[in-house]
Nanobody, 119 residues
Framework: VQLQASGGGLVQPGGSLRLSCAAS????????MGWYRQAPGKQRELVAT???????NYANSVKGRFTISIENAKNTIYLQMNALKPEDTAAYYC??????????????WGQGTQVTVSS
């Protein structure tokens, strides 16, 4: 499975960006798809995850500003980021967790897409 992320860029504080991540194929069972981010010198951290049924989980730092959504037919997730702050600057990574068969867990990562929030 390949995860293709896109949509990063440079934006001013208070601005918006929308990230997309498309999975090249589906697997036996997808538990969650989501976004993580890593700023220079920091550990990778959860941003948001979503299940195929639409249940979501957000980091406290992005609640009320970011919205994750899923388009199951296209194996694609989106991250709408509003009211961006300089501290949101990071490489954002797409993630998929699930099972390739009833017994084998799997986890996939996409390439990072850079989000820079600066005036």
């Amino acid at each position: 499975v390949q995860l293709q992320a896109s949509g990063g860029g440079l934006v001013q504080p208070g601005g918006s960006l929308r990230l997309s991540c498309a999975a090249s194929e589906t697997i036996f069972k997808v538990n969650t798809m989501g976004w993580y981010r890593q700023a220079p010198g920091k550990q990778r951290e959860l941003v948001a995850t979503i299940t195929r049924g639409g249940s979501t989980n957000y980091a406290n730092s992005v609640k009320g500003r970011f919205t994750i959504s899923i388009e199951n037919a296209k194996n694609t997730i989106y991250l709408q980021m509003n009211a961006l702050k300089p501290e949101d600057t990071a490489a954002y990574y797409c993630n998929l967790e699930g099972f390739t068969d009833p017994w084998t867990p799997a986890e996939y990562w996409g390439q990072g897409t850079q989000v820079t929030v600066s005036s």
